[in-house]
């Protein structure tokens, strides 16, 4: 049973315009969450971060929204640039109740030119 | 580059054969984690060593095991190895055991089993 799901395998978006990756998840007890990106033969590297006591983070061009209510993240990439192609995994963590990162599956972000 | 190495990159082998993957964290960094990648699936966290002690163990089958040395360094040991046991195993570190520490990830060892 996954604990953290992102639902579109891959997403195409032009270069410019806005990419919104999504993830969801089914604990309740999760409280800290990440985006990494993995490009092709690399380890995956950390992009941004959310305590579940806010709903929303902003780094750059990139930002984070958290709806607890609807036990729902997303990415917003604004502007899509072609170097942040890659695979992005959304991550979960319970720590204070012992669970440990839980990735999802991943969303390969096309950004074409 | 994260920091993390990790070695062999690839490494292929056979059914019923034992390997090991060794990892070397961060500079500073105490907590070692490890995770296996399956295609097309996510990453799958297998243990988490903190300091040369066990903090975690997630989905690790019982002929996997890890250890972390006192030079922090770690090695995951796979035996009895089977064709799912093919993927890509990271590694990562952390500075603290963990939390809302960010985890930074070596570059990944592609296992094949034949």
Redesign the interface.
Known sequence: DQQ?K?NSPSLSVQEGRISILNCDYTNSMFD?F?W?KKYP??????LI?I?SIKDKNEDGRFTVFLNKSAKHLSLHIVPSQPGDSAVY?C?A?A??Y?Q???????TRLSVLP | D?G?TQTPKHLITATGQRVTLRCSPRSGDLSV?W?QQSL??????LI?YYNGEER?K?NILERFSAQQFPDLHSELNLSSLELGDSALY?C?SSPRA???D???????TRLTVL
């Open positions: 953290v992102q800290y990440l990494y033969a690399e380890g995956p590297t950390f971060s305590s995994f991550a963590s720590w204070n012992g440990n990162f839980v990735f999802g599956p991943g | 994260s993390v984690y995770y097309d699936q996510g990453l799958q966290f988490q975690a997630g990271f990562a963990g939390g809302e960010t985890q930074y990830f070596g570059p990944g």
